[in-house]
């Protein structure tokens, strides 16, 4: 297969198209030639709003093309408050799960790789904010006002992404109507090749109205059905669906050597514009089309007699169908004279248009197509459109699934999409590199999941037991990677050690309680302390440690070279005696702190106080060993960890520390260890392996996973270090979506003030400065609270950014304030004083509700005296007043 400098390839994928609520539910509905139109009762329609009137139209078709949930969204995870979601164009919210989920599958976690990974993506029209926020947005404050339109624009669907997901490359936002998804892969792919970008997240999305249908008229693309019939006789127009897609991009040659999963190649694209050589603005050009098609072919560097599908763009128009094929047909014969060997298609027939997302879902079907090596049914074809002589050309339609037989080389495919105003963009397509099959290693691995919820994580465990058991081929090792490196870590954590796919199956299917470790994190995890004894291995547990882990090997190799023994570090972990314990016990620490483990502390008894002393670095290596033969050391530095003393129980003293007598004998405070922690938010870890097991790898990965569920920060580049990294495809984060929904009519903010009687400065004592600052904290706090939707309680100390809120959402919020006091809040407060605490401490400063630093305040004084502002503090608000 020949490669070149210039692919792309795809690495990863995620949808949500009517009928598909996922890649593989779309393959689902491709290979089965399903169709996903939704049709409505009247009563459906009535209760969306639909007038009776219209319904009686006999030219209103009952039927759409939609996806369900448009309503739903996770808001907690993108860190949205309540107020912020219900405003925010539905079409951002499902992009940006979509975006989260395509990342996910190439197994890249943003916050764990160095990439700079730009974001090219566009959205089709917001009949949210026309149909659901227009009254809120003509009657909105300036503030909201600015607030609505950075959350319903086009131009923040990228940026937004970029912000949310911490992602460092471009953030360009893309909008050419129905070729918006192709121009913007085509966008990524120079981007990617300039090396603007490391990674590019591609994708699209449009959504109608829920639970609308269309009214049909003669001429228009509509259907009168609502069936899409491309290049059929019977075709007569195609029907507008919701959706949205996106795809990840990486330089091909990255992408081998970075050991991603990789669906196809794109060898090249081009875009252009029709110009005004044609018959209106919204008509097709056969001369615009057939130049760019031909332009791709020839930036691929691809002859068409190799090309063996075209995904069109297939709208199912009497007009549109006989130019296109005319276009194609055009490209292809300047390259071949072959009649009937190119199979043609349109997903449109399955899915409907998804207008800016439509070259998306035509690109991710063409991908699975190559991926599959499978051709899928066209529909609704039966007869040609009498205006398109397929014999004559190279194409037929395709409606059959298929093997994809390839005679003369890879694979290869065309997508094409085309916009109304006459921007077309076309795509050449190649199957991906063939994967190297190699011998799965059969070693213990350690596989990760986490959640935001208990209930979440149970589905997610469900979901990856389902996978893997229908996947049992892939390699348990590039399940390990991919979880441990391409995922989000939160706090519901599940951990599992398995040889196999199989058997991991079947353990998490099951439940395996004795093989599952399951914990929940705080924002403050539990600080783990390492308790030492000095216990040795088997010879076969640290032949497979020194073998399998390079951060093991090299505290082994450090012992051996310490007593004078370089290279032999496998002899001396093999022997039985003191001096092998601790070097094992040594480098088994070690691996966990090179892992990412951060030791609060150690506690130790016999051979365990010399491997102490050397992780705390009390000791030279060399001398710590000798300890462990029987030397007594004659100077001890000050331990860099905190040790509990082997003789009393408790935390030592530095003076303690340094004695060499800590250091010696036989006693053993370890097993009351469990009383001292208690409480402290450390607890200990033991690092001798329970009776009967062996302390090998599976038991090192056990205690990395024991950590790991507890809260740990496992560094999953260095568990694997040294491995080639293997990348595929599993299923992704679990959603824990809720309503987010402005109905029509509503207007109201969730910062309006309240009436004047009602404001809060009626509730103020003259006499009382200190209930009147008790006041403001507790409006404040409500009024956050409603800002949050209720989500969270807003602590006196908790930073607000912290939260989820942004600068505009609290000068609102102030703003509001301002109104309750009657008095003039400095905008941007809750930049410098961002806790409740600190900013309403502030506040009453200036409003001198505060006695100054240093005085004692009065108990008295009129109401002019308790709401006096010094000129301090008015100068103060002039500096703070202004744009954020």
Request: charged share 20%; glycine share 10%; proline share 6%.
């Amino acid at each position: 297969m020949t490669l070149s400098d210039s692919d792309v390839a795809i690495i990863g994928m995620s949808c949500r198209f009517p009928g598909a609520d996922s890649v593989d539910r779309f393959w689902d509905v491709l290979s089965e030639g399903r169709e996903t139109l939704t049709r409505y009762t009247d009563e459906e329609l009535l209760a969306a709003g639909v007038p009776a009137a219209r319904l009686a139209d006999p030219r209103y078709v009952k039927a759409a093309q939609t996806i369900p949930g448009t309503d739903l969204f996770d808001a907690e995870l993108f860190q949205f408050t309540k107020d912020e979601a219900e405003i925010l164009d539905p079409q951002h919210r499902i992009f940006l799960e979509c975006a989260l989920e395509a990342l996910e599958r190439a197994g890249y976690d943003p916050e764990r790789t160095d990439a700079h990974i730009g974001v090219y993506a566009g959205a089709g029209m917001n009949t949210y904010l026309l149909n659901n926020l227009g009254e809120r947005y003509r009657a909105a404050s300036s503030v909201d006002h600015y607030r609505l339109m950075l959350a319903n624009d086009k131009d923040f669907l990228a940026t937004r992404v970029s912000y949310k997901l911490n992602l460092t490359g471009p953030g360009v936002s893309i909008n050419t109507a129905c070729s918006t998804s192709l121009v913007a892969v085509h966008t990524a792919c120079l981007a990617l090749l300039g090396g603007e970008c490391d990674m590019a997240l591609v994708g699209a999305v449009h959504l109608n109205p829920p639970r609308r249908g269309y009214q049909y008229q003669e001429g228009m693309i509509f259907s009168p059905d609502g069936h899409c019939r491309a290049f059929d006789a019977e075709a007569r127009g195609t029907v507008i669906g919701s959706g949205a897609g996106a795809v990840v991009l990486k330089r091909l040659k990255d992408a081998l050597a970075d050991g991603d999963w990789i669906h196809a190649v794109i060898k090249g694209s081009a875009v252009n514009n029709d110009g005004s050589a044609k018959t209106g603005y919204t008509a097709p050009s056969v001369a615009g089309q057939a130049a760019v098609i031909a332009d791709a072919q020839d930036v691929a560097d691809v002859d068409p007699d190799t090309i063996g599908y075209v995904e069109a763009h297939g709208t199912g128009t009497p007009l549109g169908d006989p130019v296109e094929v005319a276009a194609l047909t055009q490209a292809f014969q300047d390259g071949t004279d072959r009649t009937g060997y190119c199979a043609l298609g349109s997903v449109k027939t399955n899915i409907g248009h998804l207008d800016t997302a439509a070259g998306m879902a035509g690109l991710i079907k063409t991908a699975l197509m190559l991926e599959h090596r499978t051709l899928v049914p066209s529909l609704h074809f039966t007869e040609p459109n009498p205006d398109i002589d397929f014999a004559a050309g190279p194409f037929f339609v395709n409606t059959e699934k298929t093997e994809w037989k390839s005679e003369n080389g890879p694979r290869r495919a065309g997508v094409s999409s085309f916009g109304i105003g006459g921007t077309n963009a076309h795509v050449i397509l190649q199957e991906g590199p063939a994967r190297t099959e190699t011998p799965h290693e059969r070693r213990p691995e350690l596989l990760v999941l986490s959640a935001r919820s208990a209930d979440a994580l149970d589905q997610a465990s469900a979901a990856l037991a389902r996978h893997l058991r229908a996947h049992p081929g892939l390699d348990p090792a590039a399940v390990a990677q991919t979880l441990g490196l391409g995922r989000r870590a939160h706090s519901h954590r599940l951990a599992l050690v398995a040889t196999s796919t199989r058997s991991a199956a079947m353990a998490l299917a099951l439940g395996d309680e004795e093989r599952i470790r399951r914990g929940a994190t705080d924002r403050e995890p539990s600080a783990p302390v390492l308790v030492l004894t000095g216990s040795g291995a088997d010879p076969a547990g640290t032949a497979e440690l020194y073998a399998s882990v390079p951060a093991y090997r090299d505290a082994a190799d450090a012992c051996a070279a310490a007593l004078g023994r370089a290279g032999q570090a496998e002899a001396l972990l093999a022997e039985d005696g003191a001096v092998a314990a601790c070097a094992h016990e040594y480098a088994l620490a070690t691996a966990l702190t090179a892992w990412g483990l951060e030791p609060a502390g150690l506690a130790a008894s016999g051979t365990g106080l010399a491997t102490a002393a050397a992780l705390a670095e009390a000791l030279p290596l060399a001398d710590a060993l000798a300890l462990a033969r029987g030397t007594a050391p004659v100077r001890v530095a000050p331990p860099r960890l905190p040790v509990v003393s082997p003789h009393t129980g408790h935390w030592t003293t530095e003076d303690e520390a340094r004695d060499p007598a800590l250091w010696t004998g036989t006693a053993d405070q370890t097993a009351s260890l469990d009383a001292l922690l208690d409480g402290t938010g450390r607890h200990p870890v033991r690092l001798t392996p329970p009776d009967g097991e062996p302390a090998g790898l599976t038991h090192l990965l056990t205690l990395a996973a024991d950590q790991w569920v507890l809260g740990a920060g496992l560094d999953f580049a260095a568990v694997h270090a040294e491995r080639d990294i293997r990348r595929v495809p599993l299923p992704t984060h679990r959603f824990d979506r809720r309503r987010y929904w402005v109905e029509p009519g509503d207007h109201t903010s969730r910062t309006e003030p309240a009436p004047a009687r009602d404001r809060l400065i009626a509730r103020f004592d003259p006499d009382d400065p200190q209930h009147n600052t008790q006041l403001i904290r507790e409006h404040l706090t409500e009024a956050i609270g409603k800002v949050l939707g209720g989500r969270h309680l807003a602590a006196p100390d908790t930073n607000l950014f912290d939260l989820g809120l942004d600068s505009l959402v609290l000068i609102e919020v102030v703003a509001r304030l301002g109104e309750e006091l009657d008095f003039e809040v400095p905008a941007t407060s809750f930049v410098e004083f961002p806790t409740i605490r600190s900013f309403v401490d502030n506040l009453a400063e200036l409003m001198g509700l505060a006695p100054a630093p240093g005085t004692a305040p009065d108990g008295g004084g009129s109401t002019a005296t308790a709401l006096r502002v010094s000129r301090r503090a008015q100068r103060a608000a002039a500096r703070h007043t202004g744009p954020a």
